[in-house]
């Protein structure tokens, strides 16, 4: 191992599956001057794919080492890792972490602690595991011209409905396969129900209009409640079924942010990002679009990412949050969406009434829709109100 005075030192905390991809792509980049000096890991009598005698139980031998410049956190548990990151920060470490939940809900804490101990935390994977896309957002975007920022986000669930559309594979089975690869939270119904998604979205959020706010403030509907009946929909008028976070500004300068699943058509640069790829695309004011593309989840993708912004500590990148200094957005739901709304009979009448103008409704023996226009405060309570209601937007 490199120990001379240039090499970084890191604490890795988790060797699970990104842990152990990151253990990997380290032993495979030479050129790279950092060394693993430990990992702090929960259960020691857990059988891992090596055993290494850098393994710890007690994270003090990370925190209280002197020499460890840097502080990798890649744990499941989004409150341990929290505390880890607010310790870490306390002891003058840098923090790399993919932790998006944990991103999310202390986002604003975040920006805090890294003014007062003037130490940087860098979460490159925790978006779209190998897509560059905080780093483009924080160098090339950093002007107001960003208009909009939208795209699948979520591996696991774009892995799930590109199955069921392809393979006709049953969305249990494919879920069961998005976890045997890796893809999914050890908590499914983070991907499923659209949370990973959001929080990815709260992510880009601050680096692309420096607007800050907490998960419950944003609507996230996922694809759990899709049903055979839009599976058929989409299918016969050569739909694909996505789900897509966006972000835009308005005319009034405010931004509108959300999670959806969507109908996307052949035309659309998302409709061919399949399986447990990503794909975002930036509109800029005058030019046009640029469209991200990439692996969305998985060990080695994530692994690269939080390695890229190892290697950027080398250099003391740090990000700068840009927008947040120069105007305020605050959110708005005052915006109209044509959606997909699928109901049960006997809702019928009081589904009926949140639709500002309803366009085509369609009713069988077993289920119903209606497309029409609703505005998003109002889709944020008929969700409260009706959680199971699947909901597709179809602008
Ligand atoms: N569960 C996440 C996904 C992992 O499927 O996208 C990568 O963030």
Same mark, same amino acid.
């Given at each position: 191992?490199?120990?001379?005075?240039?090499?970084?030192?890191?604490?890795?905390?988790?060797?699970?599956?990104?842990?152990?991809?990151?253990?990997?792509?380290?032993?495979?980049?030479? +050129?790279?001057?950092?060394?693993?000096?430990?990992?702090?890991?929960?259960?020691?009598?857990? #059988?891992?794919?090596?055993?290494?005698?850098?393994?710890?139980?007690?994270?003090?031998? *990370?925190?209280?080492?002197?020499?460890?410049?840097?502080?990798? #956190?890649?744990?499941?548990?989004?409150?341990?890792?929290?505390?880890?990151? @607010?310790?870490?920060?306390?002891?003058?470490?840098?923090?790399?972490?993919?932790?998006?939940?944990?991103?999310?809900?202390?986002?604003?804490?975040?920006? &805090?602690?890294?003014?007062?101990?003037?130490?940087?935390?860098?979460? &490159?994977?925790?978006?779209?595991?190998?897509?560059? *896309?905080?780093?483009?957002?924080?160098?090339?975007?950093?002007?107001? /011209?960003? @208009?909009?920022? %939208?795209?699948?986000?979520?591996?696991?669930?774009?892995?799930?409905?590109?199955? *069921?559309?392809?393979?006709?594979?049953?969305?249990?089975?494919?879920?069961? &396969?998005?976890?045997?690869?890796?893809?999914?939270?050890?908590?499914? /119904?983070?991907?499923?129900?659209?949370?990973?998604?959001?929080?990815?979205?709260?992510? =880009?959020?601050?680096?692309?209009? +420096?607007?800050?706010?907490?998960? #419950? %403030?944003?609507?996230?509907?996922?694809?759990?409640?899709?049903?055979? /009946?839009?599976?058929?929909?989409?299918?016969?008028?050569?739909?694909? *079924?996505?789900?897509?976070?966006?972000?835009?500004?308005?005319?009034?300068?405010?931004?509108?942010?959300?999670?959806?699943?969507?109908?996307?058509?052949?035309?659309?640069?998302?409709?061919?990002?399949?399986?447990?790829?990503?794909?975002?695309?930036?509109?800029?004011?005058?030019?046009?679009?640029?469209?991200?593309?990439?692996?969305?989840?998985?060990?080695?993708?994530?692994?690269?990412?939080?390695?890229?912004?190892?290697?950027?500590?080398?250099?003391?990148?740090?990000?700068?949050?840009?927008?947040?200094?120069?105007?305020?957005?605050?959110?708005?739901?005052?915006?109209?969406?044509?959606?997909?709304?699928?109901?049960?009979?006997?809702?019928?009448?009081?589904?009926?009434?949140?639709?500002?103008?309803? %366009? %085509?409704?369609?009713?069988?023996?077993?289920?119903?829709?209606?497309?029409?226009?609703?505005?998003? +405060?109002? =889709?944020?309570? =008929?969700?409260?109100?009706?959680?199971?209601?699947?909901?597709?937007?179809?602008?």
């Amino acid at each position: 191992m490199n120990t001379d005075k240039r090499t970084l030192n890191i604490g890795l905390f988790g060797f699970g599956c990104v842990g152990y991809g990151l253990y990997s792509v380290i032993g495979k980049t030479p +050129g790279l001057k950092v060394n693993i000096k430990r990992i702090c890991i929960r259960d020691e009598s857990k #059988e891992r794919p090596v055993k290494l005698p850098l393994f710890t139980a007690d994270k003090y031998k *990370i925190l209280d080492d002197p020499d460890i410049q840097v502080v990798v #956190e890649l744990i499941d548990d989004a409150d341990a890792a929290w505390e880890i990151t @607010q310790l870490a920060l306390r002891k003058g470490k840098a923090v790399v972490t993919a932790n998006k939940k944990m991103l999310a809900e202390h986002m604003e804490e975040i920006l &805090e602690l890294q003014k007062i101990h003037g130490r940087p935390v860098l979460y &490159e994977g925790a978006v779209c595991a190998s897509i560059p *896309i905080i780093r483009n957002l924080e160098e090339y975007y950093d002007n107001d /011209l960003l @208009q909009k920022i %939208e795209g699948i986000v979520n591996g696991s669930t774009n892995y799930i409905l590109s199955k *069921i559309n392809k393979d006709n594979t049953t969305y249990l089975n494919a879920l069961q &396969e998005a976890q045997e690869l890796g893809y999914a939270e050890s908590n499914p /119904l983070l991907d499923t129900g659209g949370f990973d998604a959001k929080y990815k979205l709260l992510i =880009l959020l601050a680096h692309a209009f +420096g607007t800050i706010v907490k998960p #419950e %403030e944003i609507l996230n509907i996922g694809i759990q409640n899709l049903g055979d /009946l839009e599976i058929q929909f989409a299918r016969e008028k050569g739909y694909k *079924i996505k789900l897509i976070a966006q972000a835009y500004r308005n005319e009034d300068e405010t931004v509108t942010a959300f999670v959806a699943p969507q109908f996307v058509k052949p035309h659309q640069q998302l409709y061919a990002v399949d399986d447990v790829y990503n794909g975002v695309i930036a509109e800029s004011a005058f030019s046009e679009n640029q469209f991200f593309y990439g692996r969305g989840a998985g060990a080695f993708p994530t692994a690269s990412a939080v390695l890229s912004d190892i290697s950027a500590l080398t250099y003391q990148y740090k990000y700068e949050y840009k927008k947040m200094k120069q105007i305020h957005y605050p959110i708005s739901t005052d915006v109209t969406l044509t959606l997909f709304v699928r109901f049960s009979q006997e809702h019928e009448k009081s589904i009926a009434g949140y639709f500002e103008k309803i %366009e %085509e409704t369609y009713s069988n023996r077993n289920s119903q829709f209606i497309i029409g226009k609703m505005q998003l +405060g109002k =889709l944020k309570q =008929l969700k409260e109100t009706y959680p199971e209601l699947s909901v597709i937007v179809a602008n």
